[in-house]
Structures are given as C-alpha cells and as structure tokens.
C-alpha cells in the first residue's frame, strides 16, 4: 500500500468511500474523535485530484450532530449514505439520508429517507432500492445485525421507518440478519457490517465482532435465502469491516480491521486469500491504520484507515495521520510484489 490521500483534522476519521460516473471519489468522514470539527463528506476531483469538502453531515434535530459512513450513489444520480448516530445516542436516531444533487453534479439538499435506524453503516444502492446493515439490534442474549432493502419508490410519501428491534422478523425491509458470536479477547458484538454485490447480484457481508463472512443468494423470484457462512476462521480473520466487489478477478474484497489486513474472497475456487497485512502504524507512509472500506478505483484498490481504536485490535491509537491508502491491482487485479503475500 502507498499513500493516496492524508487529511487534516476536518477528516479526522475517514470512513465511506463512493464514486460517481465521471470518477469522482467521495470520502466520508463521522469524525466521532475530535467532534470539534463536523461530520463530511469529501469529494477529490478525478480531473485535478484535488480535494474539497462536498457537503457537511446532516445534523439530527436532536443530536445536533450528523456523522456520515457508508454511502453509494444511486441509478437516480443522489448519493445515499449512512448516518450513524450510535456512538452519539443508541436510541434509534441513526438514519438513512440522500444528497440530492442537480445536472451539474452539485448538492442541492439532503433529505432523511430512513428511519429509526440503531446503527447505519454499509450502504449500497441496485436498481431501484438501496441496501443498507443495521449492525446492532441490542437485543438481550442475541447479538444481531441486519440488512435491509428499501425501493426508492417508499420514499415518495416521506422517510420510511423501521421497526423496533424486538420485531425485526415482521419488518418487510430486513432481508437477512447475522449473528456474532463476540471473540474472546475483544468481546466485541457487532454484527453485519460491510456490503456488496456481485455481478449476479448475490449479497456479500460479515460480523465486525468476529470475523464471518457470509453470502446471501439471490432466488429466482428475486429475493435473497438467509446469509450462508463462506468463511469463519477466527485465527485468519477475527474481523469482517468493509467489502467490496472486483469484477475482473470475481473477487469480494475485505478489510480486516483488527488485524491490519485486506483479504479477498475468491468466488469461483472459495477461497480466502491474502492481499497485505501490516503491524501497528501510525498510516503516515501508506500502510494499513486500521483499514476500514475497500473500494476498486479503475485498476486501484483505495482503503480508508478508520484509525479509531477499539480494544484488542492491533491499531493501540488514533493518531495525527489520517489517511486513505492504495494499492495497485494491475490489469489482472494483482501485481507480482502483492503476490507474494496471497
């Protein structure tokens, strides 16, 4: 990994990655840190690769704050992203927001579409719905998570709103739900976290808490079956956080933020393989700073480094670099030096 991009501290953590048609990447940034400064979205010129801020996170009428992660753009042109407020306030404050944008490519407005959210964090967007995780449920004994489904068409009457946890099986959004079973160093109970697609439209997603990386197949009448475990091996990778999917080698990519590393999950053979690991670093230089969302840029894999410390994770602080990285995939999604760490 080399460095692509270190912000100031008006990103001081980096989370969400998008891109719109013209190769735009866009970067969200909660900044739960140092909240002195507000939750954005960054946006880097393809053209000039210069950076600015798009828009600032839509503060709750409650919280007062807005704290911007996963985000997509949608077939309409709008940018959907995840607020998640629950490091702020667990009470079903999170929401869902859009960007509306005009011909120019510029904000208009940003409008709440989903509601009643515990914590939004993966977002994606396919014909006319957007998916999203919800990655805790809080629920006493169980340690869920869930995705959902909403079209677009839902919002016309106003933001939708999810119901309450305890009746998450009569929502007609959730389609899947995921359950951690919390590793015994970190005791961490986040479930389903990063999302993606493949290019038949099967879903992709996996437990922060401990490492499952499940697929959810899409049926003939267009629904998706229950998630299905792919890979579950603690000691290879005790952590799933964001996921992506590379369409030239039909590959999900995956970050591993406890132990520093980006791994990919090889469709075709189901295999689990390697594309870097590296120990505790500040990310000042490129390396991996507690890697957070993988997003395939053209022939390059960008990582954000999320670099804010949880316990039992190899990243000890969060410090003053915070950074996006990129490692070169190659015409063929590799190059000979990454291979020698598959």
Not at 6 to 27: E, K
Not at 203 to 211: K, P, V
Not at 275 to 291: I, V
Not at 326 to 337: E, R
């Amino acid at each position: 990994p080399k460095l692509f991009k270190r912000f100031g501290d008006i990103a001081n953590v980096p989370d969400g990655l998008a891109q719109d048609r013209h190769g735009n990447v866009y970067c969200a940034a909660p900044n739960f840190v140092d909240q002195s400064y507000p939750g954005a979205i960054m946006k880097m010129d393809r053209k000039t690769g210069k950076w600015s801020v798009f828009v600032a996170g839509l503060n709750h009428p409650e919280t007062g704050r807005g704290f911007p992660m996963g985000m997509e753009f949608g077939e309409d042109g709008h940018l959907y992203y995840c607020d998640n407020q629950y490091f702020n306030d667990k009470n079903y404050k999170s929401r869902v927001l859009r960007v509306i944008i005009d011909k120019c490519g510029e904000p208009l407005k940003i409008e709440p579409v989903v509601e009643n959210i515990k914590l939004a964090n993966a977002m994606r967007a396919r014909g006319n719905a957007i998916y999203f995780t919800d990655t805790f449920f809080d629920l006493e004994g169980k340690n869920l998570g869930g995705i959902y489904c909403v079209p677009v068409s839902a919002f016309r009457q106003g933001p939708v709103r999810l119901l309450p946890k305890e009746q998450w099986e009569k929502d007609p959004y959730c389609i899947g739900v995921t359950e951690t079973a919390p590793l015994p160093h970190r005791k961490d109970t986040a479930a389903a976290d990063g999302m993606c697609f493949d290019k038949n439209g099967n879903i992709y997603t996996g437990n922060f808490g401990d490492g499952h990386l499940y697929i959810m197949r899409i049926q003939n009448d267009g629904s998706y079956a229950k998630p299905e475990t792919l890979a579950h091996d603690p000691k290879v990778m005790p952590s799933v956080d964001g996921v992506c999917y590379h369409e030239a080698n039909d590959w999900v990519i995956i970050t591993d933020s406890e132990l520093n590393a980006v791994r990919y999950w090889d469709i075709k053979a189901g295999t689990l393989g390697l594309l870097w690991m590296n120990d505790d670093t500040d990310g000042a230089d490129g390396l991996l700073d507690q890697p957070c969302e993988p997003m395939v840029w053209g022939d390059k894999l960008l990582v954000v480094n999320f670099d804010m410390s949880f316990p039992g994770l190899k990243n000890t602080k969060n410090d003053e670099a915070h950074t996006i990285s990129v490692i070169d995939l190659g015409k063929s999604g590799g190059c000979p030096f990454l291979n020698l760490f598959r």
